[in-house]
């Protein structure tokens, strides 16, 4: 069924209980008897004022707001129409038009797409008339509604937990690649200072090579003496022999 024939229905339905309304305890009063000619007459906001007017005198007419809820439906006021079927819900259930009531209460939910109390409604309907085709199809359709209604949260909660859980496992992954990275840079500066470490130990070693005395074995040391005794006398027998050289000279001189 349609969505254009259903609200069809709801509005045949509304055009219908205002004559059931007008029967009911607040007949006498002429304000309503006067809102029904003009709803009749399609003058629904016209009607509106006149059933206002009868709530000021009883604010709890069941004829009154329950034909006023039908002329702010009529108006698309859905909200208002809603709060005026509301002040009722305690008395109409209990009236002969108890499963018109209910049908309208359906009809003001189906126009809010609020389809759980449009089922709950149209499901009270039909408690009271079973054989209520109209009510059978709108609580079908409404029932429809709602279970794509509801499938379409549930489609939306576990796409939102997946992407949760992407979010969490990317995080993750972000943490683990920094804490790798950190590890990483440690294990760098470690090996940054040990290399520090034998760089200065080399140097270390070569100044104390440097700063230390060769070592020489006791037949060497014998050898450099002996080289160095070897050189004096060599040195020594030039030296006498300058001398003895000069004293001949000053012999000859002294011979002259």
């Given amino acids: 069924m349609c969505m254009r024939k259903i609200l069809y229905v709801i509005l045949s339905m509304c055009l219908m209980a205002v004559s059931v309304a007008d029967l009911s305890a607040q007949e ?8 029904n ?14 059933y206002m007017r009868a709530l ?7 004829a009154a707001n329950y034909n006023l809820a039908n002329a702010l439906y009529r108006q698309e006021d859905y909200e208002k129409a809603k709060e005026a079927l509301g002040r009722i819900k305690d008395v109409a259930p209990m009236t002969p038009d108890a499963a018109s009531y209910f049908y309208n209460l359906g009809s003001v939910a189906i126009a809010q797409q609020d389809w759980q109390t449009a089922v709950q409604a149209f499901a009270q309907s ?6 209520d085709l109209d009510a059978k199809e709108n609580y079908i359709y409404a029932k429809k509604k709602l279970q794509d209604q509801q499938q379409n949260q549930n489609n939306q909660q576990n796409d939102q937990n997946q992407d949760n ?5 990317q995080n993750q992954d972000d943490q683990n690649n920094d804490d790798q990275q950190d590890n990483k840079d440690q294990q760098d500066n470690k090996d940054d200072q040990n290399d520090q470490n034998d760089q200065n130990k080399d140097n270390k070693d070569n100044q ?21 005794q070897a050189k ?15 004293m001949k000279s000053r012999q000859r001189e002294k011979n002259w």
């Fill in 232 to 246: 004096e006398k060599e040195t020594q027998d030039k030296v006498n022999k300058a001398k003895a050289a000069a």
């Fill in 28 to 35: 006498d009063r002429r304000e309503v008897r006067k809102g």
């Fill in 126 to 131: 039909l408690l009271v008339n079973p054989g």
């Fill in 165 to 169: 859980q992407d979010n969490q496992d």
């Fill in 56 to 62: 000021q005198k009883d604010s709890m007419s069941v």
């Fill in 37 to 50: 000619r003009r709803f009749k007459d399609g003058a629904f906001g016209e009607a509106g004022i006149e």
């Fill in 208 to 228: 104390q090579s440097q700063g230390q005395q060769p070592q020489i074995t006791p037949q060497a040391a014998q050898q450099m003496l002996q080289a160095i």
